[in-house]
Nanobody
Framework: QVQLVESGGGLVQPGGSLRLSCAAS????????MSWYRQALGNQRERVAS???????TYANSVNGRFTISRENAENTVVLEIDNLKPEDTAVYYC?????????WGQGTQVTVSS
């Protein structure tokens, strides 16, 4: 079965950086667009970045320039690097894949930005 497992979250000071990873299994990883979403307390889940099977990337306007998504097909991993973290980036970050019109999600990793 499809499994997505995120890691790399934590507590970081404003202006710091984090590297989130998502390990995928149960799929032919290289074929699918992978995305990162986040959900802050009381807010709806929002997409922050996507990377296609060919490596094309898109970003939410709110994070463009600070977030970088990449993929390593040989390791079935998608990475989200976040620079210049702000308190408003505090959220649970989720990995997502859409396979045959079905959304698959990881369990999420908490990112907290606070001094």
């Amino acid at each position: 079965q499809v499994q997505l497992v995120e890691s790399g979250g934590g507590l970081v000071q404003p202006g710091g950086s984090l590297r989130l990873s998502c390990a995928a299994s149960g799929i032919i990883f290289r074929l699918y667009t992978m995305s990162w979403y986040r959900q802050a307390l009381g807010n709806q889940r929002e997409r922050v970045a996507s990377i296609s099977s060919g490596g094309s990337t898109t970003y939410a306007n709110s994070v463009n320039g600070r977030f970088t998504i990449s993929r390593e097909n040989a390791e079935n991993t998608v990475v989200l690097e976040i620079d210049n973290l702000k308190p408003e980036d505090t959220a649970v970050y989720y990995c997502n894949a859409i396979i045959y019109n079905t959304d698959y999600w990881g369990q999420g990793t908490q990112v907290t930005v606070s001094s």
